[in-house]
T-cell receptor, first 114, second 115 residues
């Protein structure tokens, strides 16, 4: 069964500090991995997408890494801002017979404190 | 261009009632997927529609149903509501069904509370 595990479940950091969120997956066959940011009461917004051959992808202060061998990904947030307070969800896609399905992690809730 | 629009944003219903939620995808997108999000379970896939046909379905009881119209707008219906159906219901639109490389754009969701 495909699974995506995220850690930590929640995290509090001071404004301006860096943090790293983790995602481990057992999804096969692997197609791609996305990190989403979801503000409270809103829908998720895609931050990065990585395929098997990519091991780093940046989007401003967000940098995602992928190790396809160990099936791990991380999302690093640099110089955090109050607006980074949100849930971060790791989503892994598989593809069978040309059709992709998504497996969602339960998310990491990040609170950036002033 | 306009994003994915979900209506209504909030709903309060009583146990046993039924509810219909609406989703208008991004113009040109033909696939609409529906998800249930709860604090304990995270995002769970309900179903995906493409060209008015259900292409994939998650593990939810038959009380949850959906449909898609010729203009790609989609509705989902939940009958005989239970307290456990309280959740944020999200829809996502995409150019094509089952193609995660095209990406999914989510709406802001409908917050359903069953009392």
């Amino acid at each position: 069964k495909n699974q995506v595990e995220q850690s930590p479940q929640s995290l509090i950091i001071l404004e301006g500090k860096n943090c790293t969120l983790q995602c481990n997956y057992t999804v096969s066959p692997f197609s791609n991995l996305r990190w989403y940011k979801q503000d409270t009461g809103r829908g998720p917004v895609s931050l990065t997408i990585m395929t098997f051959s990519e091991n780093t992808k940046s989007n401003g202060r967000y940098t995602a890494t992928l190790d396809a061998d160990t099936k791990q990904s991380s999302l690093h947030i640099t110089a955090s801002q109050l607006s980074d307070s949100a849930s971060y969800i790791c989503v892994v896609s598989d593809v069978n017979s040309g059709y992709s399905t998504l497996t969602f992690g339960k998310g990491t809730m990040l609170l950036v404190s002033p | 261009k306009a994003g994915v629009t979900q209506t209504p944003r909030y709903l309060i219903k009583t146990r046993g009632q039924q509810v219909t939620l609406s989703c208008s995808p991004i113009s040109g997108h033909r696939s609409v997927s529906w998800y249930q999000q709860t604090p304990g379970q995270g995002l769970q896939f309900l179903f995906e529609y493409f060209s008015e046909t259900q292409r994939n379905k998650g593990n939810f009881p038959g009380r949850f149903s959906g449909r898609q119209f010729s203009n790609s707008r989609s509705e989902m219906n939940v009958s005989t509501l239970e307290l456990g159906d309280s959740a944020l219901y999200l829809c996502a639109s995409s150019l094509w069904a089952g193609r995660s490389d095209y990406g999914y754009t989510f709406g802001s969701g409908t917050r359903l509370t069953v009392v």
